[in-house]
């Protein structure tokens, strides 16, 4: 569990300071080394924020003033798989708020908040730059799905159960 | 030493989506049963700018492009080309005939100067962009006075991608004209624009022309530290960008006394973390300072005061990969494509409801209407253009009856049509203007940093009122409120976010102001888009 310490997390905990330790003399850091903590345990604790600070000598009001800035970071933990759906003009006018509606009423859950069983949760993003591709959804931080359909989402959703 | 036939497999972030991955490793598997590794090699490039056919494999020497869009195409393409040299006619890609407007030079694949190699090489080898005149403007700048170059970027007209176009040259001689120790160049790839995607191809199809222009920026204003600030969304250009950079070290190309020539350069990739107003030039500096990324009070500008209090040159990624053909082949070359206020060529990002979404580079000056129907192929679905949004999230809305406005630096102010950062965004006459212009400033309400009150409760305001008209209880009062909050925003907004809020705003509101009074006391939304609240109507009755 997130507050305590467990085996695991140390082991990230490990991986993120050796990141630290190689960027830590470079000016301003602390975005890239808030990137790598994410990508490395999934959100941002508050154990986690105060870690960061620590190793990089900051107030901890700072670090929490960048990561409730930046869009890109969560404090809170979010689905297993976050779901992405781009509402940028682009894809809007393919129709990306229907895809919107239909994830909704397949997982049973509102924008943000994870399903029961902690598998998915369905976010609102700005374009993310594949606006040929419109509708837009990334699954993820890296399974971008390009001209979705209404229709397809179930299918979509389903590669993920399986695993 | 490459095989006798070489096939280039487009791969970028759009075309991955249309399975360019697992294309390419079905093709070598292909390539291997039939024994003909031996004789083909199968390399990535990056954007061709175009997805309607399919992922692209351009099959050299033959110079013919093929459009692939399941496994049967490749089947076919390996039995017939490749093992009977007989074409597959149906899978070849016709190129675009380029439109030749009045003002406008045609520019013909060859005369293209941004996207010159992508799609050309592959973008992961140093060696193919050397080959193809890489880093030769670099090496001739490194033989002129910084004066010199400074001169020819001002002769040469260029003016910046990024959406403001200040000229660069000018910018440089800022940067270069202030006797500090220390000074930076930060190239901003932040594109967060909707509906933009260019810097991302250029950078995923060519890193190293980004590079080579900041190398140039570095040596011209006495530069000695660069940054890429990039999207954190973007991995193939943050992967492409690092792999380049490495490559660059090796070569010699960066690092200490590059080319025995006593000139020192490093540079760094920085992520960004999802913030709009990131791509603003100071609260991006403020970013890559590890803060919050909120703007800054201008003036002292950039090139003055920017990065850590130093004197620092910030430009676009397509901005800085058009300065090594300036330096290079120079002003007058330069001059020769494009309008007399607005020189070279421009990468526009074609999207909405066109049958042909993409990225073309066509010269300044090209029509609104070339770029949908000629580049763009019209509308899709047999629908109607209603109309257009130019220049990304803060462009300005035009009706289908006035596309013919040539796009420059100089068509907001001539014909209040905004270049912007180059997006097309075409909509068709299935979608209401209310409902566009609420997704829209949805966008800016999310994405306001909250710094000053003008901005921040403006945009609060303004969703709010269209979220009325959204649900059928519009007034008259409330379209004169919104002129106000925009009159306000426009003046007092601290940055250029809340400043431009307005433009796409009354620009859609003056050109469907009877789709907006058409809402107010109707029982449905004229378009029959708007879901109106039935209990308000009632209430009403
Ligand atoms: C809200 C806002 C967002 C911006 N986003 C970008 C961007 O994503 N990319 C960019 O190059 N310029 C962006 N700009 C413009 C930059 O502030 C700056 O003018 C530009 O990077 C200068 O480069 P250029 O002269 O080469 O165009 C933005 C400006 C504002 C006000
Ligand atoms: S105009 Fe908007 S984005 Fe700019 S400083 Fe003010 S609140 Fe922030
Ligand atoms: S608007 Fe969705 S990817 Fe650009």
Known sequence: MPSSKCEGHEKLYAELDSYINSVKDQPGVLINVLHRAQELFGYLSEETQQHVAEKLNLPLSQVYGVVTFYNFFSTKPKGKHQIKVCLGTACYVKGADRVLDRLKEELGVDLDEPTKDGDFSIHAVRCLGACSMAPVVLVGERDFYGKVTPDEVSKIIEKYKEE | ?541
Not at chain 2, 36 to 45: N, Q, S
Not at chain 2, 381 to 394: D, E, I, S, W, Y
């Open chain 2, 1 to 541: 030493m490459r095989k006798p036939i070489t096939i280039l497999v487009s791969i970028d972030s759009n075309s991955i989506l249309l399975g360019a991955r697992h294309f390419k490793n079905y093709l070598i598997n292909r390539l291997e049963h039939y024994n003909l590794t031996e004789l083909v090699d199968v390399l990535e490039t990056g954007s061709l700018g175009r997805y309607d056919q399919g992922v692209l494999f351009l099959l050299l020497p033959d110079n013919k492009m093929y459009g692939i869009k399941d496994t049967n195409d490749i089947e076919l393409f390996v039995e017939e080309q490749l093992l009977k040299g007989r074409p597959v006619k149906e899978l070849i890609v016709e190129e675009i005939q380029t439109p030749k407007s009045v003002e406008a030079k045609k520019v013909t694949e060859e005369e293209r100067i941004v996207l010159k190699r992508a799609g050309k090489i592959d973008p992961k080898n140093i060696e193919e962009y050397i080959a193809f005149d890489g880093y030769q403007g670099f090496a001739k700048a490194l033989e002129m006075k910084p004066s010199e170059i400074v001169n020819e970027l001002k002769a040469s007209g260029l003016r910046g991608r990024g959406g403001a176009g200040f000229p660069t040259g000018l910018k440089w001689e800022f940067t270069m004209n202030v006797n500090a120790p220390e000074k930076f160049i930060i190239c901003n790839a932040d594109e967060g624009e909707p509906g933009t995607f260019k810097d991302r191809l250029i950078m995923e199809g060519d890193p190293h022309s980004v590079i080579e222009g900041m190398l140039i920026a570095g040596y011209t204003v006495g530069a000695s530290k660069g940054y890429v600030y990039i999207r954190g969304e973007y991995f193939e250009s943050v992967d492409n960008l690092r792999n380049a950079i490495a490559q660059a070290y090796e070569y010699g190309l960066l690092g200490e006394n590059i080319l025995d020539s006593g000139f020192s350069f490093d540079l760094t990739v920085r992520l960004g973390a999802g913030a709009y107003v990131c791509g603003e030039e100071t609260a991006l500096i403020e970013s890559i300072e590890g803060k919050s990324g909120r703007p800054r009070l201008k003036p002292p500008y950039p090139p003055v005061k920017g990065l850590f209090q130093k004197p620092t040159v910030v430009n676009n990624v397509e901005t800085f990969a058009s300065v090594p053909a300036i330096v290079l082949k120079g002003a007058e070359w330069f001059k020769s494509f494009g309008t007399p206020s607005s020189p070279g060529t421009k990468v526009f990002s074609l999207c909405g409801n066109l049958v042909r979404r993409g990225i073309v580079e066509a010269p300044m000056g090209t029509t609104v209407a070339d770029l949908i129907f000629k580049y763009g192929g019209g509308i899709e679905g047999g629908k109607m253009l209603k109309m257009v949004q130019t220049g990304g999230a803060a462009g300005t809305f035009i009706k289908a009856d006035e596309i013919n406005i040539p796009l420059d630096f100089d068509s907001f102010k001539n014909h209040g049509a905004s270049l912007g950062s180059g997006v097309i965004l075409a909509i068709d006459d299935s979608h209401c203007a209310v409902d566009v212009a609420l997704n829209l400033m949805e966008f800016f309400a999310h994405e306001s940093c909250g710094k000053c009150t003008p901005c921040r409760e403006g945009t609060r305001l303004i969703v709010n009122i269209l979220r009325e008209f959204s649900k059928g209880r519009g007034t008259l009062e409330m379209l004169d409120n919104l002129y106000d909050i925009a009159y306000t925003m426009q003046n007092s907004a601290f940055c250029g976010l809340g400043q431009s809020v307005p433009v796409p705003l009354t620009s859609i509101l003056d050109r469907f102001r009877d789709e907006f009074e058409a809402h107010i006391g109707a029982d449905t939304c004229p378009v029959g888009v708007c879901r109106f609240d039935k209990k308000k109507k009632k209430a009403r009755k």
